[in-house]
């Protein structure tokens, strides 16, 4: 069979770019969600809402079918393998749209090398799979304009199937696609059953919606949601739960996300952000091209509008459909230029300039922070402790270390962020041992949880926030912050033995980009320097002098202003900073026993 030119470019852009995320991708487990996504593949569970049916099932595969390093690693190559088939898609499609080799091919290195995509496709993470789905979705939609009839409908009916049971957002993003559909329908004259050809198959491929309650009926130690009735598999399938952040944000938040988004179109799109304007009037206009026009604007347009009003931290990964979007607009653009002269040199080039850039953002193949941290979190709890966790990056991180990697079984988890029916029932049906609070759930149901338990077990949380009796201190325990009533020598004794054996942190983590990271180095930072405060009260000065020297080395200030930089994006209030190395600093100018050390210290 020979192979066509077509064919050997997207072979090679295959391989090159699988090459490329590969030489960046994560040795092991990531932060944020990926620690909760690579559990999920990892023991068959049900991520947060809307569940990701489709990403679980095929990352279980992969992780079973390529056995490579930890279970982190092949979740995280299993992203890197979704974004260079995403190129490989997208570059024929371009092709089949009728652009010119050179214009598809520039586009197409755009998108692959813009740092937000290339960020999705270094840790274990749903966006990569998703612009595939994406991607085929327009594909199936052109073909079945082109030629409609029932099959071409069928197999648009299973992409469409896929990218919404993969996502519930795509059911927006993909709106305009049955019109498109209808009218090219129409105009052939084709019978009325090829939508019933085009149904039929997105609701056998929406049956992998079955797998979350079969899922939740196992108990698997993840199980957001625990979508055993029906009542709570659509709450789950609709991602009700985070409707929220659609209403949280404000006005001037949602303005800030859009000029965010525009300001970094060079960093997402590279060269193609001067020829998607153009393209889309060269776009609308191109015979056998337009009818795709109308999905292709609306993906931009749609994708531009949810990110901007959706208020979270992480949204840059929200926009990468616009991109798409942007990308393939500027091909067209970028087509018009083909017998220009020099215009190919200067696009190749071009094209290529993303690489280093898109490098120094998404690059991830020295970060191990995220393991490190979840290890270190439940090696922090007393044995058969209660763990209180306050965000999803200490969570998953825990979820991971526990249910992946098998260690401190004893330690009992308890997100504070989950405090709701489905989790209270999980809690008790899991850790009947506990004596678990009758009430609701809320701020009063985790005093009650602490005055039940405290005196026979340990209750620990991931902040020093007071819970329970008021004469209760938060003591820093590795980690984590473990409820007494005095802080005992042994206390920290046990404190500095473990920051002894903790590994510095490289100077890729301390200076990474991801906020998610710099949350952590934070939360050591914050952990050593309450340790250090705890030792000053003591009169151990010479102790906590030795602890607040290696706080420093963290860098905690600018951790700090990165964190406080992302958090005000979503919350404009002013937040109030710490400023650990700033009195870190003050106190190791003074004589170790001098009493204003204490004060400096003192929260």
């Known amino acids: 069979m020979r192979v066509s030119r077509d064919q050997r470019i997207a072979l090679l852009l295959g391989l090159g770019t699988l090459g490329v995320y590969v030489a960046t991708v994560c040795p092991t487990v990531y932060v944020e969600d990926s620690p909760e996504f690579t559990t999920a593949a990892a023991i068959w569970g049900i991520p947060h809402p809307p569940g990701y049916p489709l990403y679980t099932l095929m990352a279980a595969l992969f992780a079973r079918l390529v056995p490579l390093g930890d279970l982190g690693l092949r979740a995280n190559l299993f992203s890197a393998v979704c974004g260079a088939s995403t190129v490989v898609a997208l570059w024929a499609l371009l092709r089949r749209l009728g652009l010119g080799t050179i214009a598809a091919l520039v586009a197409t290195l755009c998108f692959a090398f813009g740092a937000p995509f290339w960020s999705q496709c270094v840790a274990a993470e749903v966006h990569a799979l998703n612009a595939l789905l994406l991607v085929s979705s327009l594909r199936a939609a052109l073909e079945a304009t082109r030629k409609p009839n029932a099959r071409s409908f069928a197999l648009m009916g299973v992409a469409i199937g896929l990218a919404i049971g993969h996502r519930n957002l795509n059911l927006l993003l993909l709106l305009p696609l049955p019109a498109i559909l209808e009218r090219a329908r129409r105009r052939d004259e084709v019978d009325r059953r090829a939508w019933v050809a085009a149904l039929g198959a997105a609701l056998a491929t929406l049956l992998v919606y079955v797998y979350l309650p079969i899922a939740a009926a196992r108990g698997p130690a993840l199980d957001m949601g625990a979508p055993t009735t029906l009542a709570r598999l659509l709450r789950v399938v609709t991602a009700q739960p985070y409707t929220r952040h659609l209403e949280t944000g404000t006005f001037d938040t949602d303005v800030g996300r859009a000029v965010a988004f525009l300001y970094g179109l060079p960093g997402a799109v590279g060269i193609a952000v001067s020829a998607a304007l153009p393209g889309f009037v060269l776009w609308r206009r191109s015979e056998g091209a337009s009818d795709l026009f109308l999905a292709g604007a609306w993906l931009v347009a749609a994708c531009f509008v949810f990110a901007s009003a959706y208020n979270v931290v992480d949204v840059a990964s929200y926009f990468i459909p616009a991109h798409l979007g942007l990308a393939i607009a500027a091909a067209f653009g970028f087509d018009a230029l083909k017998n220009k002269r020099g215009a190919t040199a200067i696009l190749s080039a071009g094209a290529l300039l993303g690489l280093p850039f898109g490098a120094s953002a998404a690059s991830l193949r020295h970060t191990t922070i995220g393991r490190d941290y979840g290890r270190m979190l439940v090696e922090s709890a007393p044995p058969g402790a209660i763990v209180l966790s306050f965000g999803d990056t200490e969570t998953h991180a825990l979820a991971y270390a526990q249910a992946v990697e098998g260690r401190r079984s004893d330690a009992v988890l308890v997100s504070a962020n989950e405090l709701d029916g489905w989790y209270l029932d999980q809690l008790s049906s899991r850790h009947a041992d506990v004596r678990w609070p009758a009430g609701a759930a809320g701020a009063a149901w985790l005093d ?71 949350m952590i180095a934070f939360a050591l930072a914050f952990s050593r320097f309450s340790l250090a405060s705890a030792l000053a009260d003591a009169g151990r000065a010479d102790d906590a002098r030795v602890q607040l020297r290696a706080v420093e080395q963290l860098d905690p200030d600018a951790q700090e202003r990165a964190i406080v930089a992302a958090m005000s994006t979503i919350r404009p209030d002013a937040h109030r900073t710490l400023d650990l190395g700033q009195r870190c600093r003050a106190a190791l100018q003074l004589e170790p026993r001098d009493e204003r050390v204490k004060q400096i210290l003192r929260f």
């Open 448 to 518: 009650q949880l602490v005055a039940l338990n405290q005196p026979s077990r340990p209750v620990c949380l991931t902040q020093p926030l007071t819970f329970g009796a008021q004469e209760l201190r938060a003591v820093p325990t590795g980690l984590l912050f473990c409820l007494q009533t005095s802080v005992a020598p042994a206390d920290l004794d046990r404190g500095i033995a473990f920051w002894a054996h903790v590994a510095p942190l490289s100077e890729d983590e301390l200076h990474h980009a991801d906020v998610h990271v710099r």
